[in-house]
């Protein structure tokens, strides 16, 4: 069955430093990849989306992603990370055939320290 | 535009009871998709509907079940609800239902079962 996999339940990075954040996938073939963010007491918005084509995926508040086949990886990375990026970080997939239907990741807890 | 409403915001029910959440799309968007997310199983899909049929179900028992309006509205249903029901409901929507196109998250109905 596919799965997907957020090894980090939580990360503490400074204001300013860069971050990555990890995502693996177990699956046949490549999906489609997501990742996105959720602050307290709000939904989820995505921050990027992969399909095909290049792999470094750029996305909206300075994030990008790059997808790694032979690693099953699609790990998030900003250089530069602000107080406000704190929140919750959602990887997904989906199969192509399977309408709107994602698969989320466990999630990792982003914290900011000043 | 208006985003994605869910309503209501809050429930709080008893073992036994039963409840209905109710989602609004998107003006034009034509699939809901449901999520259940709880701090042990994280984000688990539960269904998704497009033009009023079930295009997509999860692993949830038969208690959990939804239906979709001609106007695109959506409403889930959760009988005989268990302590374990206790989680946030997502739902989102988008244009198609499919995955090319973005799905757009409401703010959940925390759903609380004592």
């Known amino acids: 069955a596919q799965s997907v996999t957020q090894p980090d339940i939580h990360i503490t990075v400074s204001e300013g430093a860069s971050l990555e954040l990890r995502c693996n996938y177990s699956y046949g073939a490549t999906p489609y990849l997501f990742w996105y963010v959720q602050s307290p007491g709000q939904g989820l918005q995505l921050l990027l989306k992969?399909?095909?084509?290049?792999?470094l995926v750029q996305g909206i508040k300075g994030f990008e992603a790059e997808f790694k086949r032979s690693q099953s990886s699609f790990n998030l990375r900003k250089p530069s990370v602000h107080w406000s990026d704190a929140a919750e970080y959602f990887c997904?997939?989906?199969?192509?055939?399977?309408?709107?239907?994602?698969?989320f990741g466990q999630g990792t807890e982003l914290s900011v320290k000043p | 535009k208006a985003g994605v409403t869910q309503t209501p915001r809050y429930l709080i029910k008893t073992r036994g009871q039963q409840v209905t959440l109710s989602c609004s799309p998107i003006?034009?968007?034509?699939?809901v998709s449901w999520y259940q997310q709880t701090p042990g199983q994280g984000l688990q899909f539960l269904f998704e509907y497009f033009s009023e049929t079930q295009r997509n179900k999860g692993n949830f028992p038969g208690r959990f079940s939804g239906r979709q309006f001609s106007n695109s509205r959506s409403e889930m249903n959760v009988s005989t609800l268990e302590l374990g029901d206790s989680a946030l409901y997502l739902c989102a929507s988008s244009f198609v239902g499919d995955l090319l196109r973005e799905q757009f998250f409401g703010p959940g109905t925390r759903l609380t079962v004592l």
């Open positions: 003006s034009g968007h034509r699939s």
């Open positions: 997904a997939v989906a199969l192509y055939n399977q309408g709107g239907k994602l698969i």
């Open positions: 992969y399909f095909s084509g290049d792999t």
